[in-house]
T-cell receptor, first 114, second 111 residues
Framework: SQTIHQWPATLVQPVGSPLSLECTVE??????LYWYRQAAGRGLQLLFY??????ISSEVPQNLSASRPQDRQFILSSKKLLLSDSGFYLCAWSPGQATNEKLFFGSGTQLSVL | SQQGEEDPQALSIQEGENATMNCSYKTSINNLQWYRQNSGRGLVHLIL?????REKHSGRLRVTLDTSKKSSSLLITASRAADTASYFC???????????FGKGNQVVVIP
């Protein structure tokens, strides 16, 4: 069966520090991968998605970047965190060619930038 | 960008009662999905309804879709304390094919 791992669960970082969040998927190949951010009490905002290795699409201009160095690995990064980067970050995957089908989410990373 | 909007935002009910949530969207869609999120956790997919479907059931869940009104409803029957969570609708837009999520509906089921 397929599983998705996301870590760390909680992260407290100072403003200006770098960020690296990692997400891996097991039990499937060539998944579509996504990074969402959820502000407190709000819906999910799609940050990045990827349909293949090295293929990254950005949905909104921001201080973050994403990379997909391997088929089932998706990394969210920042060189210098801002206070506004605080939030709950969720990685997700979906099978197949379509990016509008059922999503499977990781357990999330609560990022606090102080 | 298209986004589902749930209504009402917060709902508190007694265990055993039914809970109904609504979602509206703005443009034509291929499908609409409902997800549940327990506090501090990732989202879990509940049900997907396609634009050519009007109603779908899964256990105690019933979803309806009215494409003429661009709205959907999620009904949870015989609610349980374990149903306490936030519920999100998500829609894709034809030609876009990426999901946009609403702000969520917080449901509290009182034992």
């Amino acid at each position: 069966s397929q599983t998705i791992h996301q870590w760390p669960a909680t992260l407290v970082q100072p403003v200006g520090s770098p960020l690296s969040l990692e997400c891996t998927v097991e039990g499937t190949s060539n998944p579509n991968l996504y990074w969402y951010r959820q502000a407190a009490g709000r819906g999910l905002q799609l940050l990045f998605y990827s349909v293949g290795i090295g293929q990254i699409s950005s949905e909104v201009p921001q201080n973050l970047s994403a990379s997909r160095p391997q088929d089932r690995q998706f990394i969210l990064s920042s060189k210098k965190l801002l206070l506004s980067d605080s939030g709950f970050y969720l990685c997700a995957w979906s099978p197949g060619q379509a990016t509008n089908e059922k999503l499977f989410f990781g357990s999330g990373t609560q990022l606090s930038v102080l | 960008s298209q986004q589902g909007e749930e209504d009402p935002q917060a709902l508190s009910i007694q265990e055993g009662e039914n809970a109904t949530m609504n979602c509206s969207y703005k443009t034509s869609i291929n499908n609409l999905q409902w997800y549940r999120q327990n506090s501090g956790r990732g989202l879990v997919h509940l049900i997907l309804i396609r634009s050519n479907e009007r109603e779908k059931h899964s256990g105690r869940l019933r979803v309806t879709l009215d494409t003429s009104k661009k709205s959907s409803s999620l009904l949870i029957t015989a609610s349980r304390a374990a149903d306490t969570a936030s519920y999100f609708c998500a829609t894709d837009a034809r030609g876009n094919n990426r999901l946009a999520f609403g702000k969520g509906n917080q449901v509290v089921v009182i034992p």
